[in-house]
């Protein structure tokens, strides 16, 4: 059974910074390498929203929205990948979903306040 469990949320202020991991387990480790894995966000009465993709090459693909402040990571030798958010806003507030192939986790929440 594949799992992705997410962790690393929680309330921080304005500016600061938050590190995401999403760890993968169940899933052949062939497969994770290759596979692109993904963040995702979703906000009160928001829709689920792309914030960074990684493919198995390591390419990255970032939402205009987090461009420059955030940068996703992965582990191979861990099937684990990371999301490292800087100078967070407000506008971030959100539960962040990991995501790869057809799995998703059960989403980790981000606050934003002060």
């Known amino acids: 059974q594949v799992q992705l469990v997410e962790s690393g949320g929680g309330l921080v202020q304005p500016g600061g910074s938050l590190r995401l991991s999403c760890a993968a387990s169940?899933?052949?480790?062939?497969?994770?390498?290759?596979?692109?894995m993904g963040w995702y966000r979703q906000a009160p009465g928001n829709q689920r929203e792309l914030v960074a993709t990684?493919?198995?090459?390591?390419?990255?693909n970032y939402a205009d929205s987090v461009k420059g402040r955030f940068t996703i990571s992965r582990d191979n030798a861990k099937n684990t990948v990371y999301l490292q958010m800087n100078s967070l806003k407000p506008e971030d507030t959100a539960v962040y979903y990991c995501?790869?192939?057809?799995?998703w986790g059960q989403g980790t929440q981000v606050t934003v306040s002060s």
């Open positions: 995501n790869t192939i057809k799995f």
């Open positions: 169940g899933l052949d480790k062939i497969i994770f390498n290759i596979a692109t």
């Open positions: 990684i493919t198995g090459g390591g390419t990255t």
